[in-house]
């Protein structure tokens, strides 16, 4: 026979729908497509000049890059496509590569052409880790919607129960026990000093 005091038929509440997951995969995909392409259309060159020399590469869709600036996309997508199926994977890896693509910006902007003599970048280059920066970053701050009230359910129907009944009870109630003359009396817990 089966004890049904042991199964829990209830349903599991709902954690509601991510708005951080979708748009980091698709930035991912983007990126990591975008990284990809461009290393195999334009230049494929791994020289650097570290850390003040000018590095220069080739354009792909108006964005000037080397093979270190192709690596730095194809990476930052891949690292978002990880962590995009777990809401909070998502939003962590969107504010980490967030922030790295913006301060590559910051440091572009500074710089000139290049970041540190080691990645080419033009204007289109800064503007493009610049805005997937910031927008990685606000989506880093998206929550999750639609999530069902109460907490999650008892582990048993007996659990969930007994909560009811000491909920019903009132916050001041005692357990009381009857003596046989009527009257009735409070117990006094573990540490009654009466023997």
């Known amino acids: ?5 042991t199964y829990d038929d209830t349903v599991k509440p709902r954690k509601g729908l991510s708005l951080a997951k979708g748009p980091v995969a698709i930035i991912g995909i983007a990126s990591l497509v975008f990284g990809v392409l461009g290393f195999i259309f334009a230049n494929q060159s791994f020289t650097f000049d570290v850390p003040d020399g000018t590095v220069n590469g080739s354009t792909f869709l108006g964005v000037e890059g080397n093979g270190w600036t192709w690596l730095a996309f194809a990476a930052a997508g891949l690292l978002l496509l990880l962590g995009s199926p777990i809401h909070w994977g998502a939003k962590s890896m969107a504010f980490i590569v967030g922030v790295v693509m913006i301060v590559g910006a910051l440091i572009a902007l500074s ?9 080419a970048t033009n204007n289109w280059t800064k503007l493009i880790m610049g805005a997937m920066g ?9 929550p999750r919607v639609g999530r069902r009230r109460g907490g999650a359910p008892m582990a048993t129907r007996h659990d969930r129960d007994e909560l009811e009944h000491d909920r019903d009870r009132g916050r001041f109630d005692r357990d009381r026990e009857t003596t046989p003359n009527g009257r009735a009396t409070a117990g006094h817990g573990t540490l009654e000093d009466r023997r």
């Not at 026979?1 to 005091?5: D, F, G, I, L, Q």
């Not at 710089?111 to 990645?119: A, K, R, S, V």
């Not at 910031?134 to 998206?142: E, F, G, I, Q, S």
């Open 1 to 5: 026979m089966a004890r049904t005091e």
């Open 111 to 119: 710089d000139g052409t290049d970041i540190l003599g080691i990645i």
């Open 134 to 142: 910031a927008a990685l970053v606000v989506l880093a701050m998206m």
